[in-house]
């Protein structure tokens, strides 16, 4: 089957770095995507791999390794407002979006 | 960016009563909508994929006679909720792939409908 495995909740301090891992198992694979979503709000979009390596954009990173299936989103600067729930997706043979569960973080003072 | 709306933003209803909610794309053109439906502390659940001047493809378990879904213009598609009932309480989402855009270009999400059935 297929499976997208991510943390459920994690908490970082202002101005601290988080990183929120993503593993996946997919009837193949073509690329993977994170957004971000508040509460009570549909997701925005944050970044998408489909090659190995970091890629890079203002204060946040994502990473893949489809090897490993495996990728990370790198928070820095963290700032109260990213306190929001981040999905890992990945899009399959299909063509299809498939979803993790979402990563709660929270951001203290 | 590309932007994607959904109308109404909320709707309260009386069970038993059929529900209509829009999706456009306001800037590009959309060959393929789909739809999620989000409960809460859940991901994401899609529902149906809907290409432009055909019909809609359902997921696994989600009943294509109660969720109508029409796509009859490349910035409109629209979802249906036929005889709601209080399980069919729900966020629902809309996302937009872009035209000639190719299948791995992103989907853009409309805002999201939070339907409640009384």
């Known amino acids: 089957g297929q499976n997208i495995d991510q943390p459920t909740e994690m908490t970082a301090t202002e101005g601290a770095i988080v990183q929120i891992n993503c593993t996946y198992q997919?009837?193949?694979?073509?690329?993977l995507f994170w957004y971000q979503q508040h509460a009570g709000e549909a997701p925005t979009f944050l970044s998408y791999?489909?090659l190995d390596g970091l890629e890079e954009k203002g204060r946040f990173s994502s990473f893949l390794s489809r090897s490993k299936g495996y990728s990370y989103l790198l928070l820095k600067e963290l700032q109260m407002k990213d306190s929001a729930s981040y999905l890992c997706?990945?899009?399959?043979?299909?063509?299809?979006?498939?979803w993790g569960a979402g990563t709660k973080l929270i951001i203290k003072p | 960016g590309a932007v994607v709306s959904q109308h109404p933003s909320w709707v309260i209803c009386k069970s038993g009563t059929s529900v209509k909610i829009e999706c456009r794309s306001l800037?590009?053109?959309?060959?393929?909508m789909f739809w999620y439906r989000q409960f809460p502390k859940q991901s994401l659940m899609l529902m149906a994929t809907?290409?432009?001047?055909?019909?809609?493809?359902?997921e696994q378990g989600v009943e294509k006679d109660k969720f109508l879904i029409n796509h009859a213009s490349l910035t409109l598609s629209t979802l249906t909720v036929t005889s709601a009932h209080p399980e069919d309480s729900s966020f629902y989402i809309c996302?937009?792939?872009?035209?000639?855009?190719?299948?791995?270009?992103?989907?853009?999400f409309g805002p999201g409908t939070r339907l409640t059935v009384l």
């Open positions: 996302s937009a792939r872009e035209l000639g855009a190719g299948h791995t270009d992103t989907q853009y």
């Open positions: 800037d590009f053109q959309a060959t393929t």
């Open positions: 809907s290409n432009e001047g055909s019909k809609a493809t359902y």
């Open positions: 997919t009837s193949g694979f073509n690329g």
């Open positions: 791999n489909v």
């Open positions: 997706a990945v899009m399959d043979s299909n063509y299809q979006l498939i």
